[in-house]
């Protein structure tokens, strides 16, 4: 089962991988703006229209003061743009990191843009952060310095359920997003919509369960739409299905995590993880639960007492897989790395982790690259979730469940009594319930994921182009079709 093909990936901090150099590498802003040139090609759509859409159209970029506890004052730079409003509000997350900057908030704007337009969700796209390692801080100071930044986007335009909807990203988490909608619902308190000014809240705080293990759960199901498929699996030599399927994965948060997660109760054997600090791997397996809780216990991976230890994570890369997903941070697959992999399928978890020059190298090996416009917009998709049900006030399924569950019941007593089945009842306890919010959420998670795996399928094969071209080739065309033409919105 596993590739004899090699390959690259990095992790999470982009520290962790300095010995790798990718300055002939176009930057992130740069890069996306290539795969979207190259894309722009294949719409028939006019070069104008196709420059709005590449246009940023508003960022702010400004300097946050946070008193700390010993009583000084440290300035922080912090930023948030809004790529397009074609659609409102824009959507896009909040990134703490001490390497944040303008450009990459701006790329990573434009790359939301295109995931919501791809899986066709009503925003536009947006992304925000502060240049700081939250690790640095007192929860007491991170606290005051995520208020200021919600207050200071708020009063500028740039949060606001109606216009900018922030959402967590890498170094900030349901506290995070609780405090910025607090700090909003307290400038705006006549704003009865409030509680839909950020997302990914705390359940009890007005979230939506199943959104911490979306984009993993999102990226399982587009995974495991291409797994089953005979025409992309004869292409790489592998059998359908995920069982047996060997992983290499890179970045154990939330997206690594809960991807390997589910692709292990459908089969999948994890080889290695990719963290801070080394990596691990072992071609019998191991077990996500015991490395993600030995992750959580010791900060590292060091020591882990059931796979080989790598100092240099990036050994990990070059070990025979049969999926690798890099599930950390941009530009992590270049076309120095990409030459060692030894695997037959990527799948971005992150954004934007490959490089064209990577991808050049992983076409060249026939490796299949499952692009990050639609393997990880799960995240964003139940993200939408819950701010209609934050926009309705009312829970999914609360308003039905009672009835479907008596009206399955009444179905299946009938359904039983006739064939006089009396063990049936073990079998239908899901029915007779009826769906929960969690399933109402999984449920419609599937669905959008599904079926942005299936256009995507058919534009290109239809084109004969690849996946990621043709992901943003339907996302610029359904932009195009609802701005009609470029005449509304842009």
Not at 100 to 111: G, K, M, Q, S
Not at 217 to 243: Q, S
Not at 311 to 326: A, H, S, T
Not at 437 to 463: F, P
Request: with cysteine.
């Amino acid at each position: 089962m596993l590739s004899k093909f090699p390959r690259y990936t990095r992790y999470f901090t982009r520290r962790a991988f300095s010995s790798v150099t990718i300055d002939e590498e176009p930057g992130f802003l740069e890069m996306v703006n290539m795969y979207f040139d190259k894309a722009s090609q294949y719409t028939g759509i006019d070069s104008e229209i196709l420059e709005l859409i590449k246009t940023c159209d508003a960022s702010l970029a400004m300097t946050i003061p946070l008193r700390r506890d010993n009583g000084s004052i440290e300035y922080f730079k912090a930023y948030r743009a809004q790529h397009s409003r074609h659609r409102t509000p824009t959507k896009g997350g909040t990134r703490f990191a001490p390497d944040v900057n303008l450009n990459e908030v701006i790329a990573l704007a434009f790359l939301m843009t295109l995931k919501c337009s791809c899986v066709n969700l009503p925003f536009g796209g947006g992304k925000g952060g502060i240049r700081v390692d939250p690790k640095a801080l007192s929860e007491g100071e991170l606290e005051r310095l995520t208020r200021r930044y919600a207050q200071e986007l708020a009063k500028k335009g740039f949060l606001n359920p109606a216009t900018d909807c922030p959402g967590p990203d890498m170094g900030t988490g349901e506290r995070e997003m609780a405090w910025m909608m607090e700090a909003y619902r307290f400038l705006q308190p006549e704003n009865i919509y409030a509680g839909a000014a950020t997302t990914g809240k705390p359940v009890s705080f007005g979230g939506i369960s199943g959104r911490t293990e979306s984009t993993g759960l999102g990226l399982y199901y587009c995974l495991r739409e291409f797994l089953n498929d005979h025409y992309y699996m004869d292409r790489v030599g592998l059998k359908t299905g995920a069982g047996g399927k060997g992983l290499i994965v890179q970045g154990f948060g939330n997206v690594g995590y809960w991807a390997s997660n589910y692709l292990e109760k459908d089969g999948a054997v994890l080889y290695g993880v990719i963290e801070r600090g080394g990596g691990l791997y072992n071609e019998k397996g191991m077990k996500v639960d015991e490395v993600k809780q030995y992750l959580i216990k010791n900060g590292t991976v060091r020591g882990f007492p059931k796979a080989q230890y790598f100092e240099d994570g990036q050994e990990v890369f070059k070990m025979p897989c049969d999926v690798l997903i890099p599930a950390a941070t941009e530009r992590s697959i270049t076309g120095m790395n990409a030459v060692n992999f030894q695997c037959k399928i990527v799948a971005e978890g992150a954004n934007g982790p490959t490089t064209p020059r990577g991808e050049e190298v992983l076409s060249a090996k026939n490796v299949l690259v499952l692009p990050d416009l639609i393997m990880n917009a799960g995240g964003v998709t139940v993200s939408y979730f819950e701010y209609v049900k934050n926009l309705g006030f009312i829970r999914p399924g609360m308003l039905t469940r009672r009835l479907e569950a008596q009206t399955n019941k009444w179905i299946i007593n009938k359904v039983t009594k006739e064939n006089e089945q009396g063990d049936a009842y073990k079998y239908l306890s899901n029915i007779l319930e009826g769906a929960k919010e969690i399933d109402l959420v999984y449920s419609g998670l599937e669905d959008v994921m599904c079926e942005a795996v299936s256009e995507t399928k058919k534009t290109s094969q239809k084109m004969d182009i690849s996946l990621r071209l043709a992901a943003y080739v339907n996302a610029i065309k359904r932009i195009d079709a609802s701005t009609l033409q470029g005449t509304m919105g842009l």
